[in-house]
């Protein structure tokens, strides 16, 4: 199984920019589909964004299209999130997590559909 640690989080005014990294140890490539959830205060955990690993094809929840751009390095050891015109609705803590090997998620935004996940880092945008 596969170890996820998240870096990049902080504070940014609303505007500005924030690129989350997730390094992948013990991954394995059977593990297609790696993704980028959130959690707010009171709120449930959200996907944000997801990637085949294979190809490269990405997947965004319409709140974060245009914005946000989920991208994998070619070693596959390391996930990104690049974050630009934040809001402060974005404020959250913000996990990357990984589904079961040969899995394809039937709802990519979807937390029970990945069974590993990092820690969190803290992303907080004022406004």
């Known amino acids: 199984q596969e170890t996820l640690v998240e870096s990049g989080g902080g504070s940014v005014q609303a505007g500005g920019s924030l690129k989350l990294s997730c390094s992948v140890s013990?991954?394995?490539?059977?593990?297609?589909?790696l993704a980028w959830f959130r959690q707010a205060p009171g709120n449930e955990r959200e996907g944000v964004a997801a990637?085949?690993?294979?190809?490269?094809?990405?997947y965004y929840t319409d709140s974060v299209k245009g914005r946000f751009t989920i991208s994998q390095d070619n070693a596959k050891t390391t996930l990104y999130l690049q974050m630009n015109d934040l809001k402060p609705e974005d404020t959250a803590i913000y996990y990357c997590?990984?589904?079961?090997?040969?899995?394809?998620?039937?709802?990519?935004?979807?937390?029970?559909?990945?069974?590993?996940w990092g820690q969190g880092t803290q992303v907080t945008v004022a406004s």
């Open positions: 997590a990984s589904a079961r090997p040969y899995y394809r998620p039937k709802n990519f935004f979807e937390k029970y559909e990945y069974n590993s």
């Open positions: 013990g991954y394995t490539y059977s593990n297609y589909y």
């Open positions: 990637i085949d690993t294979r190809g490269g094809t990405a």
